[in-house]
């Protein structure tokens, strides 16, 4: 009872509430600007809560967290810039709303998602955290690769006449997670001798490449075009409660990916959204749509990476194990402030723990309020010509990766990303299961070498994890279901047509 | 990405509720008045946490303004030449642990840990060996006797492939004649979660990451690899106590230009040891378990070129690097 | 020479060089069972033997080709792409290339500046006070938000060297 009475005071006494709002606030203006990752948004800040009480320094942080969640998705669907990992795979169907002048639309499907998940994932922190953190225990090397596979199985759903080209896409995005760094020995590969690439290439290049770059230099060709406004609403519209029960299986399926990849430390924000992307085309009804400017596309990865931002939270408060990057900022916080998080973090500081969940529940709101009041300028401002808008992006494309790393370096990368995704493009080849290999690579190779490093190279392990085995058969059955079907559909009807999705 | 603090015209609200920084010491003077300290990891790791303790407090001793900039990228490659380019009046410092060392010999870059001048070391950090709660291991020659009868059939969850920790396995697996599965992770929080769950017997970590399971008795330390017993665990008997001759020496320090200003040198060499006696500090840093082990410039440096020989042999020695 | 024998061509290129590297890869003997190499290895002869299969499929089948490109391309407006969408989309990689070319010479503003200059013209937008007072306006609210409110050290060009400041 108590507890309830610390979140009561979180909601309601003045520093938290300042320290939402502002936080929210911060976090979806930084989060909206690409390259200004959530945990630069976040350590901006940092310094600034070294004198303020624990629960407002960590309301402030998580406050940012929730927003540049958010933030990030609102140029990915306006204008195919991905500001983070995390929001790149609302630009699949977001940018195909905006350029079908809905826009406004996916803009609100985005608000929405973000603050359901957002309010989802406050309210599995807030009760169950300690009994969720044992989950993330079964999440053993097996699990994870079982996982990845899973995630990367999609790519066999692809039309039968792509598939081809869809493997070739997902060697490439395979390849490409395989620069940097050996995961297991430390060996490093494919790095021309370049100090940058040893940890590989930032998944937030790859995706400003082959989403922002590869679009532009499409574009080029639309140059004969040059005074041309892009139709449609220019305001933002909020879907209604009966869309949103309509869309409530891709919503499931996010909040279900968000907790997993929250609670693990090796996913995070872009694995949650793209994996829920997939799984809400798996299960959709129209499946067809994605791709295209399914409303269920841009929702379900939207809810997701705003349920990773306080799942993440679970495995930070109760082990003292950030789930991403970004929760480890909230870690520092904790630590400089004398508290140790672990097992009795919430029996010994039950205070700071629950007014923090009070303030984090004023932030998904402002986070909602804000979203409207900011949503319908930004929508005007990229309906401006297109020249001035194209433009515009390349300065921003370039300004935030330049800010990453300070390097000219990244900026030649971001470009070499760009020409590929072009060519993929170009040359007709589906680049989503490029973007998934990129994205899921590195976590299917890791954790099936570390797996084997267990049982001293015994592929049984595989097979003892029941989690494992679970996701696998699950993995291949979706792998084998559309080659068994286009089998029968090949003998049965010779002239088969080739639009089994 | 690079940041002075000039953000907060968004949040005067947040500024409002910072206490201001006590005035009570007499300082050091120093050459310039804004400091800034380079860290190579991003925000909310381990060295960076190290590093925004250090600044947050040396301005109590030191006349100048201490601010934490992170230059990520390149395990540190990248950090190193903006540091060595940047003017030697002290106005531009490097935070460093090992690492540093690894990445120059490693992968060699343009920049390297012999470009760079080391001024002052600060800590040691403990590193020390964690079983589960309820593991059947009680101390570290319990791990050695299993190991000697099942080649291979202990798994020890380390962090980062490459770094200090598996290191330390290697080492023991070579002065014990015995082999043991070593699973690199994601960083120290994954290799936390692989102990907890049973996928490896045992971990190596720090006691910082470490401190909430170990308080709450869900991870129990066998084996310390220090010189002494640590601060904060009477009880844990070092690895020498146990028969295994082995200390790492995992240090924090700091590091600046080739021709860094004397004058520089000077202050953090006289502030540093005041700072490691400040009672605030003191607090925040014993929490973490880190062992102060002050060494000025002179010291450091050979400390420095010492450890780096030693990293050196050891790539060789298991081809990581060729010559 | 079909498009897609090219492209399969220039893959099979790309898994050959990729094994030469792999094959490079130092061996540790941390890395298990698999090694280092072991997954660019097994990339590398699945992208060789898809690479032939694509050039195989376009040899054998001519016909069909252009149809099945077609079924499932993502976005719309990503087929059929002509030569001159291949020289445009050159064409603006240049001028992003000399963006980045001139960015450490020139300083963050004026380079930004000249980069909206050059797209918004790319764009057919006609050379006068409209297009520069888009560039010189963009230039300077790129400066304000990343450089004085970020704060990010952009690169400052020799403009410090003139001494003007």
Redesign the interface.
Known sequence: MTNLLYVFEGMTSF?TL??AV?GV??GM?GGALP???T??A???????T????PS?ALV?LGSIYIGSEYGGSIPAILIRTPASGSSAAAVLDGYAMQKQGRGGEALGLSLVGGTIGGLIGLLMLTLMTQQLSKL??????PAYFALGVLGLSVVAAVSPGQIVKGLIAAILGLMLATVG????????RF?F???????GIPVIIVMMGIFAISELLIQARERHWPDEVAKGKTKLVLPSLKKLWELRVPQFIAVILGLIEGL???GGGSIASFMSYNEAKRWSKNPEKFGKGSEEGVIAPETANNVVALTALI?TLS????GT?NA??L??AL??H?L??????FSAHPEVVYRMFGGLFVANIGMFVFGILLLSPLIWLVNRPKAYLRAGIFVLIFSGVY?????EFDLYMVLAVGVLGFLLRALSFPYLPFILAVVLGYMIE?NYR?SL??T?GDHIVFLQSPLAVGLLSLAALFVLAPLYRQFRNRKSVPSATNDIA | ???????????S???A????PGWAQEKQAYPVKNVTMVMQS????GG??FL??VS?HLSKYIDANF?VE??????G??AMA?TAKAPADGGMLMGVSPTYIN?SI????PVGFSDLQPVVRLFLDPVIVVVKGDSRFKTLADVVAEAKTKP?GI?VAVG????LE?QTM?ELMQKTGTKV???????G??A???V??G?ADLGIGEV??????L??G?LRPIATYSDERINGYPDLPTAREQGIDMVIRKFRGIIAQKDISPEAVKALEAAVPKLLEDKEFK??YQ??SLIPAFQPREEFTKFINDFAAAQKDYFIA?????Q | MKRSVVTGAVLLGIAVLYWYLADGI?????SGSVGADGLPKLLAICLGVLSLILIAQSVLSPASEPAAAAADVEDTGDAEFTGEGFFLALKMLTIAVVYVLILPVLGYAASAGLLLLAIAMFFGRPFGFQVLAFASVGAVMAHLVFV??????MPTGFWPSLGWF
């Not at chain 2, 599965?181 to 960083?187: E, K, R």
């Open positions: 520093p300042i320290a502002v606030l911060w203006c390259g200004i990752s945990a630069i976040m350590s901006l800040v940092l310094p600034f070294y004198g303020m009480d407002s402030l993330a225990l079964f999440f053993t090397p760094s050996d995961p297991v020995s430390g060996v490093t790095t001798g370049y100090p940058e690439l040893l940890g693990t430390p090796g495995p082990f003292g194990i950030p990057s480890a900022l870690l520092a630590l400089i004398g140790h998080p672990g097992p009795l973090l800010s990453i790393n300070l390097s890791a570390r490093l267990i001293d | 990405m690079k940041m002075n603090w000039q953000v907060v015209a968004l949040s609200a947040v500024l509720l910072s206490v201001p991003s925000p909310g790791s960076d946490l925004r303790g947050l601010a992170n230059i990520t990228g390149g395990s490659a990248k903006f990445t490693i992968s060699k870059p291979m798994k980062e492939p490459g770094g598996g290697v599965a070593v699973i690199s992770h994601d960083g929080g994954d936390l979660l692989s907890l769950n996928t910082a990451e470490l401190k909430g399971q308080d709450s869900e607090a925040w929490q973490g298991n081809k990581v690097i060729t | 130092p061996k540790s003997p941390m004085t409110l970020l704060g990010v050290r």
